[in-house]
């Protein structure tokens, strides 16, 4: 899946989380997006997917996915592992309800 996101923080537009990176990823297909606002927390770099720092890079990265089908294959299966498990809403109630927990000793 190919999305990344142009910086538009002056206008006080930030990309959040990015769920449609996950709703990929729970189909095992890895993201290619821009290092802008919270990105880089829903793709993980050269795990997930892949994140470029400028759209000159973007041809570039597309190239190599599409030649390297192992490395499109590896990506996609960590992010469809990790959507189904760290970022499973049971695995996220459980993170906040240990860390309230902590807190309250």
Known sequence: ????TIDESHNNS???FGIA???AALFG???IASNVGGTSEAVIHNKTGIIIENLSELSNVLKDLIDDKA???ML???AKVR???ELDWEYQIETYISTINSLNK
């Open 83 to 85: 959507a189904q498990t």
């Open 76 to 78: 996609g299966k960590n």
């Open 71 to 73: 490395k499109r294959q």
């Open 29 to 31: 297909i890895p993201s």
């Open 21 to 23: 990176y996950i709703e």
């Open 1 to 4: 899946m190919v999305m990344p």
């Open 14 to 16: 930030v990309e959040g």
